[in-house]
């Protein structure tokens, strides 16, 4: 790693990064691994761990909040306010990597991360990615790959809040010479096969802003994983529902969001539909059940990811039933 520079104002990042080259450091988690894999060509970095604007949680009024940037991964479960809020991003983060990794790794490091992909993070191969013209895991081993082919890129997107974050209908505020918000969904783009993430470089996130929590909400998140910490799950989804009464009356509306299997965060909005009415405590119904075995209709499984269609059936079933019987947050 070359140089680093650690700015204490927004601007002062931004122009370093600005059409320079240099790369954005945050917890290092990734940009780290990347570099040393040679993923990212050597550049000089700027370390965003002294910028005040991307920190802290601002509420508003009317109970939404606006989190900074380089919030840690672990904060988002531990911190009381937010967990309380926003049970689903907080059993999200949970359950995510290590104790460690959660201290160091951000927010906006976890939503930019790059993919898993072991074609990608080895340097004896071209790829997409590496401003190659094809994909060696298509024709290759793909065992962890998407079962749902979006495009070109088959490596699933690897980011965890991501998922929680569009189950909340989240939005990104990302700056340049100026700020823009986007919302969560369009931070990817599957169609695109050379990045996991739309940003420039030189932009910088600085913050995700959450709609204001539901009263009552039901949440969970559950993955299915090669081992049972520290590991990338195969598949994850996040559920939320909103019962009618701001508590015990049935669902009125729900979001359920699942990773591991495309190049993007996805929503399930036929699953969604059929939760509306569902009761706390009760079995899934028809419906819902119809709804899951419909889910086999979204695969288009790669040679070695056809297993996926079942256990993306059997975590979104689980988080269901989960959320069902959790407890009001
Ligand atoms: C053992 C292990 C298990 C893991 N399991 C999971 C898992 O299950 N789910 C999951 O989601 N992740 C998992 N991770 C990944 C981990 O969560 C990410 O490495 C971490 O969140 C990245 O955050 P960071 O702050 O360290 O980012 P960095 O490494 O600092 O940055 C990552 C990328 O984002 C860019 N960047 C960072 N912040 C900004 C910003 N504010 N603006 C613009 N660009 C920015 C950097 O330039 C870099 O390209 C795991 C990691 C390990 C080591
Ligand atoms: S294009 Fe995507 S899936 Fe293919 S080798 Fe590169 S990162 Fe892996």
Same mark, same amino acid.
């Given at each position: *790693?070359?140089?680093?520079?650690?700015?204490?104002?927004?601007?002062?990042?931004?122009?370093?990064?600005?059409?320079?080259?240099?790369?954005?450091?945050?917890?290092?988690?990734?940009?780290?691994?990347?570099?040393?894999?040679?993923?990212?060509?050597?550049?000089?970095?700027?370390?965003?761990?002294?910028?005040?604007?991307?920190?802290?949680? +601002?509420?508003?009024?009317?109970?939404?909040? $606006?989190?900074?940037?380089?919030?840690?991964?672990?904060?988002?479960?531990?911190?009381?306010?937010?967990?309380?809020?926003?049970?689903?991003?907080? @059993?999200?983060?949970?359950?995510?990597?290590?104790?460690?990794?959660?201290?160091?790794? /951000?927010?906006?490091?976890?939503?930019?991360? $790059?993919? @898993?992909?072991?074609?990608? @993070?080895?340097?004896?191969? &071209?790829?997409?990615? /590496?401003?190659?013209?094809?994909?060696?895991?298509?024709?290759?081993?793909?065992?962890?790959?998407?079962?749902?082919?979006?495009?070109?890129?088959?490596?699933?997107?690897?980011?965890?809040?991501?998922?929680?974050?569009?189950?909340?209908?989240?939005?990104?505020?990302?700056? &340049?010479?100026?700020?823009?918000? *986007?919302?969560?969904?369009?931070?990817?783009?599957?169609?695109?096969?050379?990045?996991?993430?739309?940003?420039?470089?030189?932009?910088?996130?600085?913050?995700?802003?959450?709609?204001?929590?539901?009263?009552?909400?039901?949440?969970?998140?559950?993955?299915?994983?090669?081992?049972?910490?520290?590991?990338?799950?195969?598949? +994850?989804?996040?559920?939320?529902?909103?019962?009618?009464?701001?508590?015990?009356?049935?669902?009125?509306?729900?979001?359920?969001?699942?990773?591991?299997?495309?190049?993007?965060?996805?929503?399930?909005?036929?699953?969604?539909?059929?939760?509306?009415?569902? $009761?706390?405590?009760?079995?899934?119904?028809?419906?819902?059940? +119809?709804?899951?075995?419909?889910?086999?209709?979204?695969?288009?499984?790669?040679?070695?990811?056809?297993?996926?269609? &079942?256990?993306?059936?059997?975590?979104?079933?689980?988080?269901? +039933?989960?959320?069902?019987?959790?407890?009001?947050?």
């Amino acid at each position: *790693m070359t140089a680093t520079a650690r700015p204490e104002e927004l601007d002062g990042a931004l122009s370093r990064l600005d059409g320079t080259g240099a790369l954005a450091r945050a917890g290092g988690t990734d940009l780290t691994a990347c570099l040393a894999a040679g993923v990212l060509a050597p550049a000089p970095v700027v370390d965003l761990s002294g910028l005040d604007e991307l920190r802290g949680v +601002e509420w508003r009024p009317d109970g939404s909040a $606006r989190v900074g940037a380089l919030t840690s991964v672990g904060e988002l479960h531990t911190d009381p306010g937010l967990a309380g809020a926003y049970p689903a991003l907080a @059993r999200t983060a949970r359950e995510l990597a290590t104790p460690q990794v959660r201290t160091t790794a /951000t927010l906006g490091g976890n939503l930019l991360q $790059r993919n @898993r992909c072991w074609y990608l @993070r080895n340097p004896a191969f &071209d790829c997409f990615q /590496t401003g190659g013209d094809s994909c060696p895991a298509r024709g290759g081993d793909h065992l962890y790959g998407v079962v749902v082919d979006q495009g070109p890129c088959v490596a699933p997107h690897p980011s965890s809040l991501a998922v929680a974050l569009l189950a909340h209908d989240a939005t990104v505020l990302v700056a &340049d010479g100026r700020r823009t918000e *986007m919302a969560v969904a369009d931070l990817y783009d599957a169609a695109d096969p050379t990045r996991d993430h739309v940003l420039e470089p030189g932009r910088v996130l600085v913050s995700v802003a959450l709609p204001a929590p539901v009263p009552g909400e039901r949440a969970a998140y559950r993955r299915a994983t090669g081992r049972s910490r520290a590991e990338w799950p195969l598949v +994850e989804a996040v559920a939320r529902l909103a019962p009618a009464d701001g508590g015990s009356g049935p669902v009125s509306s729900a979001a359920v969001a699942v990773g591991g299997v495309a190049r993007t965060p996805l929503r399930l909005p036929e699953v969604e539909a059929a939760l509306v009415g569902a $009761r706390p405590g009760s079995p899934l119904g028809t419906g819902v059940e +119809e709804a899951l075995e419909g889910l086999a209709g979204l695969c288009s499984p790669l040679p070695a990811t056809g297993y996926k269609v &079942d256990l993306l059936r059997a975590t979104v079933r689980d988080v269901l +039933e989960r959320a069902l019987d959790a407890p009001e947050a």
